[in-house]
């Protein structure tokens, strides 16, 4: 007879010992997967429609409010609010607080909104002070995801290997058409190099490793004063689009 008190235990008919090492990793990896499964088919449910044409700026988290570059997010930011735009942003410091700081400023009767998506870093405690609403996340696939379900058009400043992580997470999925109707406008000369790194050693060589139309999604610019007068195009468009047809989806997201 079994003692009932003995740790090691056969597993019943329908459970699993702790100590039976094999079979717990099994119906982990089995549940885990099966999370994914809800993951994915919460992301069909698409967002209700909001009532501004939203901008996501990515940029660098390093520079400061003495930097040039600084004060031209902080104008572009505050030009794009006096549109009627809402800024988004990953909240933190930088040209990320730059441009969250342009919104408020611009924005002295709070009819637009100055969104921050956090992402918890040891170095990044808190959100930036001029978000006014923020979304906090513990990983960076559910924030980019976030950050693609809130956006109708985005706008990369220089920045880092996170602000190109960013930058290549919404090039692709225009690329493969998981967006659409969604303008990537990257500032700087940084990433006009890119894309002609892009060109030089996908496009340009046998056999071509990516599509030249699909290397071109990016529209670079040099000044964010360029970028501006692009997203008033957009915003017009976008305007349009919901007179006609209040109800059409969000563009399809990751």
Request: net charge negative.
């Amino acid at each position: 007879m079994t003692d009932p008190l003995n740790p090691i235990l056969l597993h019943a008919a329908d459970g699993i010992s702790a100590y039976d090492d094999r079979a717990t990793f099994k119906t982990v990896e089995s549940a885990v997967l099966q999370l994914w499964d809800v993951v994915d088919n919460l992301t069909r449910i698409y967002p209700p429609k909001h009532e501004r044409y939203r901008v996501t700026i990515f940029g660098s988290a390093r520079l400061h409010p003495e930097d040039l570059l600084y004060t031209q997010v902080r104008q572009l930011a505050s030009e794009l609010t006096a549109m009627g735009c809402d800024i988004v942003t990953g909240g933190g410091p930088g040209l990320m607080q730059a441009a969250n700081e342009g919104s408020v400023i611009a924005d002295p009767e709070n009819l637009t909104q100055s969104i921050g998506v956090r992402i918890a870093l040891e170095q990044e405690q808190q959100a930036n002070p001029f978000v006014e609403e923020v979304y906090h996340h513990r990983t960076f696939f559910s924030r980019l995801h976030h950050f693609v379900v809130l956006s109708d058009a985005f706008v990369v400043v220089p920045g880092g290997i996170g602000t190109t992580l960013e930058t290549m997470m919404v090039w692709q999925l225009l690329q493969v058409r998981k967006l659409h109707h969604v303008p990537l406008i990257l500032v700087g000369s940084m990433w006009v190099d890119l894309v002609d790194w892009a060109e030089r050693h996908m496009v340009e060589v046998t056999p071509p490793l990516a599509n030249a139309v699909d290397v071109r999604i990016p529209t670079c610019v040099e000044t964010c004063s360029e970028a501006i007068a692009l997203l008033q195009q957009y915003q017009t468009q976008w305007q349009n689009t919901r007179v006609v047809n209040p109800q059409c989806p969000t563009p399809e997201s990751i």
